[in-house]
């Protein structure tokens, strides 16, 4: 077939094909051409397939774990010369928790809240299911290096993925704004590490430049393959859920990467019959880091960029989201929200969700437990709905958050009666677990 000129190139996935398309004028592009948006109107793009192809039982049977149970839903060719194995570290099959004590301290019904934490991957966050996908399809197209710019998450799981396949990896984080568990990973992986005098959105801007001067594969989630990796959080948590699926699923949004490929899971398993709707995708962002939730909000379809976005989330701290575009579709077509939380609200749902569930995250991934408090005290989110909240980070990427927010241990001489007396002066030994409850919910 030509469209514009070029070839359609589908490649086979046992029974599936796929395509690469811009989502904005639809034109079409080889599988093996190295690019991210579209050359002819920079719109983004999307990997496509042709779903009457594809036998359900291959979703709702298939054996396994992770990202890779779903590999007929990814876009590779099985048994070729061309299909390589997986660079994998197990990431994905993360738990998703009932979540009784917060939705009660919320307001919610018991058993109506879930938390799906995906701190809980191999890297310590969501990252490791794009790049499991995208580092292999990296390998697949035999690139001479990998390269992003980075809150910090993406670098520590590309610097993973790189060091596994044994590839050179380049990363720019803005110069102290990574937290420092993010950076340490980067570093320690072996990762060409920059720390660029600019934000996330200039380190985005520059890295762009440098994979299309230098050859290198640019690893952002403006690269399509790396949502298709991401999109499985919505295949696990509707397995997770008998595959049946959530009303409202929430999550913090910064590229807006993810909330995109979740929603196109959710859309994929509709257009195969194996559910029969699509959740209410929610995206949470900092007050001082908006962009998206402006836009939603004005009903405009395009983004106004914030050049100095600022919050303690770091991992959000993005003005001009490259998913934008793809982010409002998954909201708004799935009839979703859009809402923005403070950093004291952030700090006090990352407590609340620590204490009274045992969920350690980053400050970004509480936006989303942050921004169903938000919603739901405004009556936007009604009682009843069952709700799966995405926590995307995990506490210990950021530890300096968590200890300046967090009382600082005391110091006691080294004999029994100094301990106890510091307890009973500070009145916690007798305290009963109903109290200890409720100081935290
Ligand atoms: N939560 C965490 C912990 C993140 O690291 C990110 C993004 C997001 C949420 C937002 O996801 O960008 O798909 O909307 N971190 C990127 C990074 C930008 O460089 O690590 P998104």
Same mark, same amino acid.
């Given at each position: 077939?030509?469209? =514009?000129?070029?070839?359609?190139? =589908? ?5 599936? %094909? ?16 190295? /690019? ?18 594809? +036998?359900? %039982? ?8 992770? &990202? ?53 991957? *191999? ?61 340490? @990973? ?14 996330? +959105? ?14 290198? =594969? ?11 990796? @991401? ?8 397995? @997770? ?8 699923? /929430? ?27 699509? *959740? ?9 880091? @908006? ?43 799935? #009839? #979703? ?19 009274? %569930?045992? /969920?350690?995250?980053? *400050? ?47 110091? &006691? ?21 109903? %109290?200890?409850?409720?100081? =935290?919910?």
């Amino acid at each position: 077939m030509e469209i =514009y000129g070029l070839r359609t190139h =589908y490649v086979t996935i046992t029974t599936m %094909e796929y395509r690469v398309e811009c989502i904005k004028c639809g034109r079409r592009f080889p599988a093996h051409k190295i /690019i991210y948006t579209c050359d002819k109107c920079n719109g983004l793009l999307d990997i496509k397939y042709d779903y009457s192809s594809i +036998d359900n %039982e291959r979703i709702v049977k298939a054996k396994g774990r992770g &990202v890779w149970k779903y590999k007929a839903l990814l876009p590779f060719k099985e048994g070729s010369s061309s299909s390589l194995s997986p660079i994998t570290i197990n990431e994905g099959d993360t738990p998703l928790y009932r979540c009784d004590r917060l939705a009660q301290s919320i307001g919610l019904g018991i058993g109506d809240l879930w938390v799906k934490h995906e701190g809980l991957n *191999p890297s310590g966050s969501f990252k490791d299911r794009g790049m499991t996908v995208g580092v292999t399809k990296a390998m697949e197209l035999h690139v001479k290096g990998v390269a992003c710019a980075s809150t910090g998450n993406t670098s520590a799981s590309l610097a993973i993925f790189a060091a596994k396949a044994g590839i050179p990896c380049y990363v720019l984080l803005p110069k102290g704004k990574v937290a420092l568990g993010k950076v340490a @990973q980067a570093m320690m992986h072996g990762a060409k590490v920059l720390s660029l005098l600019g934000n996330f +959105d200039d380190a985005l801007r520059v890295v762009r430049e440098l994979c299309e001067e230098e050859n290198l =594969y640019l690893l952002n989630s403006v690269n399509p393959y790396r949502l298709e990796g @991401q999109k499985t959080i919505a295949f696990e948590i509707a397995e @997770q859920l008998n595959w049946d699926i959530p009303d409202r699923v /929430i999550l913090p949004v910064g590229n807006a990467g993810n909330i995109s490929a979740i929603y196109k899971g959710f859309l994929e398993l509709e257009k195969l019959g194996i559910t029969s709707s699509v *959740p209410m995708m929610t995206g949470i962002q900092a007050e001082g880091a @908006q962009p998206v939730v402006r836009a939603f909000k004005d009903a405009r379809t395009e983004i106004i960029p914030e050049p100095e976005p600022e919050t303690i989330a770091s991992a959000i701290r993005i003005g001009n989201p490259v998913n934008a575009a793809k982010a409002l579709l998954a909201i708004r077509n799935s #009839g #979703g929200l859009a809402e923005s939380v403070s950093d004291a609200e952030i700090t006090e749902s990352q407590l609340l969700l620590a204490r009274a %569930e045992g /969920i350690g995250v980053e *400050p970004a991934s509480a936006a989303s437990i942050a921004g169903l408090r938000k919603l739901y005290d405004a009556g936007e989110i009604d009682r009843g709905e069952k709700i799966v909240c995405i926590t995307t980070g995990h506490l210990l990427k950021d530890p300096e958050r968590a200890i300046a927010i967090c009382e600082a241990p005391q110091e &006691v001489m080294a004999d029994l009666e100094s301990v106890r007396h510091i307890l009973h002066a500070t009145a916690t030994l007798n305290k009963n677990r109903e %109290e200890h409850i409720h100081i =935290y919910a």
